[in-house]
C-alpha cells in the first residue's frame, strides 16, 4: 500500500482526512518511512554525510512555491534552497542537484530515495513528524493581512476583522480559516481561494476585504504584483485554544538520517544566531528579523500532538 499522500505546506488537516476520509491503519505511517523503497526491508542511512562529501552533491526535492523554494531561470532561488546551500557548503557538500515535484509529493519522493533532504520550506507538524524527521525551524511565519491601499476599514489581525464584520480571504485548506474561526470571524465571511494571485485579485476586485497569509507570502505577492492598490500590514502571532501559532518550517530528512540532520542543525544555529547574516542571506526574498525562530521554538516540541 502507497505512502499517502503529505499535507501542503500549511494544511490544517487531521490524519483521517489524509486517505479521503478514511482513518489510518496502525503503523502504515511509520512502516512507510523505515523501509526501503519497494522492498519492505528496513533502511540504514549509514553515514550519509560522509556519502555526500564524497559524491560532491546533494539531491533536494523542491515544490516550486515563492518565496520558499523556485526556480528563477535556470537556478534554484528562495529562502530554503538559499539557506541549505550555505549550510550544506558549510558540511563540504559543494553541490546542490534540484528535482522539482509537486508539493503532496515531496514526502513520499524523500522516503523513496528520490533525494536527501526536502527545500521548500516545510510547515513542521505532528503528522509529518509520524513520517519524517526535521531540522531545527529555519523561520516562523506571522500571520498578517493584505488590504486595500490605505486600510479603509481599519484592521490589524484577524480579531479587528470580526470585530469589524468584513470579509476575510484564505486559501483552501490552508491553517488561516481556523486562525480565523479562532478570532471570531463567522464562517460565512470566510471566503476560500485556490491559490495567492486569487487572493490578491479578490482583494482589488473588493470581493473580500482583507486576504490572511503568511506575512512572508504576502510581502512576496505584492512584490510581484507592483503597482496593485494594495498594502501589507504588520505581521501578528494568532492563538488556537490558547497556543501561539507561529506555523515553522525547516528541512527534512528521511527518519534514519540523523546524523546529516544534527550535522545540519549545527550550522543553521551559526546563521539563525546571527541576525545581520540570516537577513542578508535571505532578506531578498521577504525574510526579515522578524522571521528568525526564538531560541526557545523546539522541533521536539513541535513533533508532539
Not at 490544517?12 to 518511512?33: D, E, H, K, M, N
Not at 464562517?187 to 482583494?203: F, N, P, R, V, Y
Not at 490558547?242 to 538520517?257: D, E, I, N, T
Request: charged fraction near 25%.
Amino acid at each position: 500500500m502507497p505512502c499517502p499522500r503529505a499535507l501542503s505546506r500549511r494544511g490544517f488537516l487531521s490524519r483521517t482526512g489524509l486517505l479521503g476520509g478514511l482513518a489510518l491503519a496502525p503503523g502504515l505511517v511509520t512502516a512507510c518511512s523505515r523501509t526501503e523503497a519497494g522492498t519492505g526491508a528496513p533502511r540504514d542511512e549509514g553515514d550519509l554525510l560522509a556519502k555526500l562529501r564524497e559524491q560532491g552533491f546533494v539531491r533536494v526535492g523542491f515544490a516550486g512555491e515563492a518565496p520558499y523554494g523556485f526556480k528563477d531561470g535556470d537556478e534554484l532561488s528562495g529562502e530554503a534552497p538559499t539557506l541549505h546551500r550555505e549550510i550544506f557548503s558549510a558540511l563540504g557538500v559543494a553541490e546542490m542537484r534540484p528535482t522539482l515535484t509537486d508539493f503532496g509529493a515531496l514526502i513520499p519522493g524523500l522516503l523513496a530515495d528520490r533525494f536527501d533532504v526536502v527545500s521548500a520550506g516545510m510547515a513542521i507538524t505532528p503528522e509529518r513528524c509520524d513520517k519524517v524527521i526535521f531540522s531545527e525551524p529555519e523561520f516562523v511565519s506571522p500571520t498578517a493581512l493584505m488590504v486595500p491601499k490605505g486600510n479603509p476599514r481599519g484592521l490589524s489581525d484577524l480579531k479587528s476583522c470580526a470585530g469589524a464584520g468584513v470579509t476575510v480571504g484564505v486559501l483552501t485548506a490552508a491553517v488561516e480559516a481556523a486562525y480565523a474561526k479562532g478570532a471570531g470571524v463567522a464562517e460565512s465571511a470566510i471566503k476560500s481561494l485556490a491559490k495567492q494571485q486569487d487572493g490578491l485579485d479578490a482583494l482589488v476586485a473588493g470581493r473580500i476585504d482583507a486576504f490572511a497569509l503568511t506575512g512572508i507570502s504576502l510581502r512576496w505577492l505584492a512584490r510581484t504584483n507592483a503597482g496593485a492598490a494594495v498594502e501589507v500590514l504588520e505581521p501578528f502571532v494568532p492563538e488556537v485554544d490558547g497556543r501561539k501559532q507561529y506555523s515553522p518550517g525547516g528541512a527534512v530528512f528521511r527518519p534514519r538520517a540523523t546524523g546529516l540532520r544534527d550535522a545540519f542543525n549545527a550550522e543553521l544555529a551559526k546563521i539563525t544566531g546571527d541576525p545581520d547574516r540570516y537577513v542578508a542571506l535571505i532578506g531578498a526574498y521577504g525574510f526579515t528579523a522578524r522571521e528568525i525562530p526564538p531560541a526557545t521554538l523546539r522541533t521536539a516540541d513541535l513533533c508532539k500532538v
